[in-house]
């Protein structure tokens, strides 16, 4: 026990602390929240209660912030592997979550990505993000200890915890909602009400639809108050009117009270969304920077552990503006989603060319924007490529998405795909994709069809995506039963609350039965889980694979194969991809001698014969003077 005089002295250094971390930021604090807001009295609220957020900050978060704040570059290295998951379909609630902790270190994960845990009203909760409470859990997942509880364990284990923050929208059956609903002014201005069906359709003429198919429209007729209500998703998912003050301030609190139950990464999902303008997209306003821009400093000075990782699923252009300046970032991270996309495109047309020149383009980029690289995730994949550079080999946009979502539903391109279309839109002639892993790479129809040679072939392609996304800079992030080639789940078909939305064909729950079977070396799950942890423990291991090291591409004479090549400080290591299902070769002018780092074998970097799907990771040999 701390007796008087000590305590008073730990509290103000710790004041200290709060104080300096403030002191170094107030101007700028300051001046953009009176740019967006003039509102003085509502800024000296801000800076009261991150105050008093910082004085209930855990003692254990503090040490970890103070170890952050000296280790910048902590997320930064080589040795982060991520895993998405909802922890109901991996294992019922957060208590079950914190008990399969040991299968995510044996899966050599470190950052875990819990996907929304908040209540939701069910039947229209959109996978968790379309948030009732922001301080409480879905009551079958747990209580807000349980989260606390989670984080803690996770600590313990060294893994980070990532937390979606929704910020762009609430449930309709949110608190604010509800009052709203009344009819109290108040509420009603936290989001965006229009009695005058003008507006709306003003709006509509420049905003595009998110979800054109299953929830189409931009605003909701809330027939209580006799008013629309901008609903970009869907129709129970309010926006917030980020104009006001109010909500930007109790939104940052409840960002806080998330960071305080331990959460290392915070998701700012759909942020480009968050304002809107009469006459504009509604997306990437400059306006949306500012609130990142001010959410960093706010998180700087009372939690500074914690990263922003922003949901940004646009095209390259508007995506790296998220990071901000090296002066004055914005997010931690963001999701590296055009070479997601592309890969999937490269798989499709067997040609690399594409997928070279995004490589090319994210490697210019400054080594501090740190990127989450990823082959699926929760949502459908968009077509979102660079078109401009696909019409020189006379490749169209809307020829091309159609030949794409075709080839993953199996129907061409010699496909061997399982996947579902998600939201076609037929006044543009636009659809999403949506498949597991696995089953896009050929491993649910060859199971099905009991072909071994086949089976082989798809765990060669789904192995080699992975070997590729291992190769990148940055957090490789693998989506939960993807390390054992979880197939498609069709069942979401027989619940009605889901049925209209194919996501849900990929968020099957997490197949613990066919888990076991990974003990087999000669299993489906066996061969990935053992061959992508393989892959792993290499990308740990060297130094090649820091984020700041040098990535280029080298030209690999055969369009089919991608090289890839990383330096650091004495260690270059190239990975050669043969994204086509016939054997290729590849020709280098390098003649250098390479050790395979999975054969061991030494491999004279000239002419590579790569098998259907093969790769190799090669690393320079060091020769004897
Ligand atoms: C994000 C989520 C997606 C959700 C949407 C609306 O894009 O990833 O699943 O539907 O936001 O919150």
Sequence with gaps: MLDGSEMSKKMSKETKVFDDRLSERIDELRWLYIELYENDWMFAELIGQMGV???????????????????????????KLGMMLYADRFSKNLKGVKRHLSYL???????????????????????GFAVKDFRKVRSDLGEMEDLSDLTAACHRRDICVCSDFVMNHTSDQHEWALKAKTGDGEYMSRYYFFDNEEITRQYDETVPQVFPSTAPGNFSWVEEVNHFVMTRFHGYQWDLNYHNPRVFNEMVYNLLYLANRGVDIIRLDAVPYIWKELGTDCRNLLQVHTIVRLIRLITEIVCPGVLLLGEVVMEPEQVVPYFGTVEKPECHMLYNVTTMASVWHTVATRDARLLRKQIDTVAELPKEYIFLNYLRCHDDIGWGLDYGFLAQFGIEEAAHKKYLNDYFLGIDGYSNSRGEIYNDDPSTGDARICGTTASFCGIEKAVSEKDEKAISKAIDLDVMLHAFMLMQSGVPVIYSGDEIGQQNDYSYKNDPEKADDSRYLHRGKFRWDLEKKRASGKSVEGRLFGRLRELEKIRNKHKAFLSDADVWTENAANESILCVGRYHDGEKIYGVFNFSENEKTAWFDNGG???????????????IKLEGYEFRILMEESLPD
């Excluded at 270190?105 to 069910?122: C, I, S, Y």
């Excluded at 001698?593 to 002419?607: G, H, N, Q």
Aim: cysteine-free; charged content about 40%.
């Design 53 to 79: 957020f910082y004085g209930d900050r855990g003692e254990d978060l503090k040490k970890l912030d103070l170890y952050r704040e000296e280790h910048r570059d902590w997320y930064k290295k080589n040795d």
């Design 593 to 607: 001698a390479y050790r395979d780092l999975l054969s061991r074998k030494l491999v004279p970097m000239k002419e």
């Design 105 to 127: 270190a044996e899966a050599g994960v470190n950052v875990l990505h819990l996907m929304p845990f908040f209540d939701t009203p069910k039947g229209e909760s959109d996978g």
